[in-house]
Structures are given as C-alpha cells and as structure tokens.
C-alpha cells in the first residue's frame, strides 16, 4: 500500500491551498484518514482526521480555515486551506487505517508535501 500526496507548494498569508492524497494498492476499505504537520524543529502534529462514516476532527489551531473531506471509491482525502497563516507553514502527512483482503489493519503514512506561507 502507497500514499501519495500532492499539492503543496509557496501560497502569501490569506492565500488557500488544496491537498490531496490518494492511498493505492492491495485495499478492501479504509477506515480513518487524516492529516498531520511537522514544523521545523517542532513535534508532528494532528491536524484533521474523518472517519469512514465522515466525521470529521480538527486541532484548534485551524477550525473554520481547514477542511478535511474524502472520497472512499477513490481512497483519497483532501485538506481544503484557506485563510492560510504564516504559523501553519510545515510538512504535512498524510494517514489512513488500512484493511487488506485478508483483514490486517495497518497504518500508513505518505511521503509528505512542503506547504510554505509566506507573510
């Protein structure tokens, strides 16, 4: 199993940027997805996460300017950025609980995409 996300890149402060990672190989289902950013010299942290059924969770730091959404027949979720601040410059990863036909339950991660706002 692979994540591959995209759609990073260098956005001014108030500018929006739109994630995506889409998770390939031997998969029955899916079941939680998320988002998560690495600062430099910081911790990796949660930023947002849905589940199969499309709840949604956000750190505090970016309710009403992030949004998490997902298309299960595609295996991809996306990460909606607006209002972007310069704090929120970091790496972020992307996650998703995968079962497999023979019913193990792994964790995966992507490769991470450099989102940069420039103030």
């Known amino acids: 199993v692979q994540l591959q996300a995209s759609g990073g890149g260098l956005v001014q402060a108030g500018g929006s940027l739109r994630l995506s990672c889409t998770a390939s190989?031997?998969?029955?289902?899916?079941?939680?997805m998320g988002w998560y950013r690495q600062a430099p010299g910081k911790q990796r942290e949660l930023v947002a996460t849905?589940?199969?059924?499309?709840?949604?969770t956000y750190a505090d730091s970016v309710k009403g300017r992030l949004t998490i959404s997902r298309d299960s027949p595609k295996n991809t979720v996306y990460l909606q950025m607006n209002s972007l601040k310069p704090e929120d410059t970091a790496v972020y990863y992307c996650?998703?609980?995968?079962?497999?036909?023979?019913?193990?339950?792994?964790?995966?991660w992507g490769q991470g995409t450099l989102v940069t706002v420039s103030s």
């Open positions: 190989g031997r998969i029955a289902s899916i079941g939680n």
């Open positions: 849905i589940t199969s059924g499309g709840s949604k």
């Open positions: 996650n998703a609980a995968v079962i497999d036909f023979i019913l193990t339950h792994s964790n995966y």
